[in-house]
């Protein structure tokens, strides 16, 4: 990936009004991840039994001390939403990471295996996306127990076939072309091959899944939260908090309604970026 490639993405990217969008609107969510706990009016585990269920602000009775409302145990909904997005985006970025190191480490050496081998990883790989993640992960969690540990593992673990996949895809898709078969001639071995003249080429690919796989990451966290395989009440998580919020969404809509936009804004703004960006980097997209 040369840096005129670069620039044209760049260029590609800035003009696209929704990528453009989604970035902002991520911007901001990381910004509240990163500095939003320090502004928060108060300890997220902190209960004021004399507002239980207090209104947010734009409500008749609600009151500038809890401008998000409260929940049932009377804890302010700002201070959750800020705590619990630094948790369920240092969560996701986790996951990403981990699944992707060990996913593209895995995708190469399938790329470079005898064609026995690789075709019984890639059938495997094929076998667990078969299956719905969320799905995968219940199963699993359900076979290693639940708890904010074991979902993370197993989110993990229904990440690393995708990378697996697009490595091996685009490592393959490499590796008949001209440039490395002249690269092999000039005594290239397999690292110095995967190094210095695949590894630059698949960056783009690898970027954007990557970037697809945060919003899965996020998503499957939250929803295991939700489902209370994950994270554990007191725990300010915005998927935990969906579930604690389950049975007062009639009298206090509140409770799960900003929880559940914050999931969907950052979804959505991470899946703008990635369309974006598979916009920028795939040239038979350009138009």
């Not at 190469?108 to 005898?114: G, I, P, Q, R, T």
């Not at 969906?242 to 007062?248: G, K, M, N």
């Amino acid at each position: 990936m040369t840096l005129s490639n670069t620039k044209l993405a760049w260029q590609v990217f800035s003009h696209n009004k929704s990528a453009m969008t989604g970035s902002l609107i991520l911007l901001v969510i990381l910004l509240m991840s990163l500095v939003g706990p320090w502004f928060a009016p108060h300890d997220p585990a902190q209960q004021f039994s004399d507002k239980i269920l207090t209104p947010p602000l734009w409500y008749d009775n609600g009151d500038f001390v809890t401008p998000l409302g409260t929940d049932d145990l009377g804890r302010d909904m700002l201070s959750r939403l800020l705590h619990g997005a630094r948790l369920s985006l240092k969560l996701t970025l986790m996951v990403v990471f981990a699944a992707a190191f060990i996913g593209i480490l895995l995708g190469a050496a399938a790329a470079f295996l005898n064609a026995g081998l690789r075709s019984l990883l890639m059938r495997f790989m094929d076998l667990l996306l078969s299956l719905p993640s969320l799905l995968l992960a219940i199963a699993i969690v359900a076979i290693i127990g639940p708890g904010l540990p074991n979902a993370v593992y197993a989110v993990v673990i229904v990440l690393i076939p995708q990378f697996v996949k697009v490595t091996q895809s685009a490592i393959s898709e490499e590796l008949g072309k001209d440039y490395v078969m002249a690269a092999r001639l000039d005594g290239a071995g397999h690292i110095r091959l995967l190094l210095h003249h695949v590894w630059p080429n698949i960056i783009p690919a690898l970027i954007v899944q990557l970037t697809f796989s945060f919003s899965t990451a996020l998503l499957d966290i939250a929803a295991l939260g939700f489902l209370g395989l994950g994270a554990q009440p007191p725990m300010a998580e915005w998927g935990t908090m969906l579930s604690e919020a389950r049975a007062f969404i009639q009298f206090a809509p509140w409770t799960m309604t900003l929880p559940g936009l914050a999931i969907f804004l950052a979804v959505l703004s991470i899946n703008l970026v990635g369309d974006g960006l598979r916009d920028a980097f795939d040239p038979r997209l350009n138009r």
